[in-house]
């Protein structure tokens, strides 16, 4: 799920504080995912932040912080509900915020590699890249 870890972490927002030796803080699982993506301000906020354009808030520094190694790891530390936020986080971006995605995989996956390793797996589900 390395093309979920793209905005796996962007859900650090919502699921990371700070980071345990084995496992990411679960202080943010419970946040509304979908209050976050109906809000186009707080979102681009939140892509700034992971693209070095904005200063970050403490939660966005610290999701920026992970975000790399979450997606190099398969979001191998993550929780099953940010796993489960990242994969609503991506499919919205992927759908509807197609540039911001464009902006973070450019930055986090700039050869396509974790994205092409889903790439079925996202086209079953109607979505193209």
Not at 36 to 57: A, E, F, H, P, W
Request: glycine share 4%; charged share 30%.
């Amino acid at each position: 799920m390395k093309s979920f870890i793209i905005i796996g972490l962007f859900v650090a927002i919502i699921a990371l504080a700070l980071a345990e030796e084995e496992k990411y803080t679960t202080k943010y699982d419970n946040v509304n995912i979908d209050q976050i993506i109906q809000n186009d301000r707080l979102m681009r906020s939140y892509v700034d932040c992971c693209l070095g354009k904005k200063k970050c808030t403490k939660d966005g520094e610290e999701l920026k912080k992970h975000l790399s190694e979450a997606i190099q790891t398969s979001c191998a530390k993550c929780s099953e509900a940010q796993k489960r936020g990242s994969r609503k986080i991506i499919r919205h971006l992927l759908k509807n915020k197609r540039s911001w995605w464009n902006e973070l995989q450019a930055k986090y996956d700039p050869e396509g590699v974790y994205v092409k390793m889903h790439a079925e797996e996202l086209k079953a589900e109607g979505i193209t890249l």
